[in-house]
């Protein structure tokens, strides 16, 4: 059953960017949205993520979970995925390392 997604990305080569507005809707530059089966989505991400190099990518589909959505996330960021109980947040990396060692802070979205 298709499913509205939303793909937003930052410095990702323009050929992924063409690949995608065959799929999807680019709303405004580098974030898209369309409805497409689980299929579809999940190849999607896949050349995505083979491709994303230096940029950034997120993906969020709907999912039966209590948040009523998933997130996906590549390449190279600050942010990272991290379940609570069953609740996807966000922790952000610490910007000032403490003793030379990172560290993440987590954050509701």
């Known amino acids: 059953m298709p499913s509205m997604i939303t793909l937003t990305m930052t410095a990702v080569p323009d050929h992924l960017r ?11 530059p580098e974030l898209y949205v369309g409805t497409v089966s689980a299929k579809v989505r999940d190849e999607l991400w ?6 994303v190099g230096e940029g950034i990518a997120v993906l969020a589909y709907p999912a039966n979970n209590e948040q009523g959505f998933a997130l996906r996330t590549a390449g190279q960021r600050h942010r990272h995925l991290r379940d609570f109980d069953g609740l996807t947040l966000i922790a952000f990396r610490n910007v000032e390392c403490t003793r030379g060692v990172d560290q993440e802070v987590a954050k509701p979205m």
């Open 18 to 28: 063409g690949a995608l507005t065959r799929w999807l809707l680019e709303v405004t």
């Open 46 to 51: 896949n050349a995505v993520s083979a491709c």
